[in-house]
């Protein structure tokens, strides 16, 4: 296997990292306004992924920087085809990392009520930017012979793009909501069982369609396979989840996602970046690489940095692994 087919890859499992840790991550904000009811409650869902949050979104920036690196011309195309759903993401972003400082400085209703309308609207945003843009490098943008983009973002909006965005947002809020019932206790972790229970199929129900028309019209017989498996997986977890299997569920939320991005990128090779006005024109792995020396360079570094960081964030995850509930938060002053 050659250095480009190994980054595209690469670049795959970086996108399935960033889904799957920051998935719930922004589960938990999603349901920080719609799955507590008092203060006390809505600081346990913070604290759950407080200490975790801001290593998770280390995985899109490699995932991002890696393109980048690897692949210049599919960076090129992507970012700046999807130019204004990448700022709306990376606003949200900001935003949300603001909010999660600055909600604890002034003791007042008001001020923590104002951040935290921040810190859930820049939840929900981002996976609905992520799934749309994802879902238009699978399915195509309108790129020329020079891979710049014809058109605008209307024409990025077609039922695919749609979909997916939807697919990323219910994927997080189920996510974060069996996220919830394993991290912490009382009486929030059976609100949040019943709510993955109640609700997980028809959030599951947008990627269910993204995925059949993806395979239908992209897939091969060995991705139907990987599509078949996926379909496996979420039926799983969501016979588990009202049995209170919560940690099962969870894993077998996390091969669903894995099985999925699987069949996206999978469909995808060995384009990078398919051309919806022409074949001729979509940018391939081999065609949008970087040179052989850059993409040798980039990999020593991966050698060497990728174990420590997931050293780091398993170390981390393991320091924080007990349960919490609303016992652990002291009592709130009400001006």
Do not use: C
């Not at 990627?207 to 897939?219: D, N, P, S, T, Y």
Request: without cysteine; hydrophobic residues 55%.
């Amino acid at each position: 296997m050659d250095l480009p087919t190994v980054w595209f890859f690469l670049i795959a499992t970086l996108w399935l990292g960033y889904f799957f840790l920051e998935g719930f991550d922004f589960g938990v904000g999603m349901l920080l306004g719609i799955g507590t009811r008092d203060e006390k409650e809505r600081r346990v869902l913070i604290n759950t992924i407080g200490p975790v949050w801001d290593g998770n979104e280390v995985w899109v920036i490699v995932a991002v920087g890696a393109t980048f690196a690897a692949f210049p011309d599919w960076y090129a195309a992507l970012l700046s085809g999807a130019y204004l759903p990448v700022l709306f993401v990376l606003l949200s972003l900001i935003g949300r990392g603001v909010a999660f400082e600055y909600r604890g400085k002034v003791d007042g209703v008001r001020w923590r009520r104002n951040w935290d309308r921040v810190i859930q609207i820049g939840s929900w945003l981002p996976p609905l930017g992520w799934g749309f843009i994802i879902t238009a490098t699978v399915t195509g943008l309108p790129i020329d012979v020079n891979g710049d983009l014809r058109g605008g973002l209307i024409d990025l909006v077609r039922v695919e793009t749609l979909l997916g965005a939807l697919a990323l947002a219910g994927f997080s809020l189920l996510h974060g909501a069996v996220f919830l019932a394993l991290k912490t206790d009382g009486d929030i972790r059976w609100r949040m069982q019943r709510f993955a229970s109640r609700y997980g199929a028809l959030l599951l129900l947008p990627g269910a369609a993204l995925l059949a028309i993806v395979q239908f019209r992209h897939g091969a017989a060995w991705t139907a396979v990987i599509a078949g498996v996926a379909v496996l997986a979420s039926i799983g977890a969501l016979l588990l989840l009202p049995r209170g299997r919560a940690g099962r569920a969870f894993t077998l939320l996390g091969v669903m996602l894995a099985a999925v991005v699987v069949v996206l990128f999978g469909s995808l090779y060995p384009n990078v970046m398919p051309s919806t006005i022409d074949s001729m024109f979509t940018l391939t792995v081999a065609g949008a690489a970087s040179s052989p020396y850059t993409l040798s360079v980039i990999t020593w570094v991966a050698a060497f940095g990728t174990p420590a960081v997931l050293l780091y964030q398993g170390w981390t995850y393991w320091v924080f692994r007990r349960r919490i509930s609303t016992a652990h938060i002291p009592a709130v002053r009400v001006p």
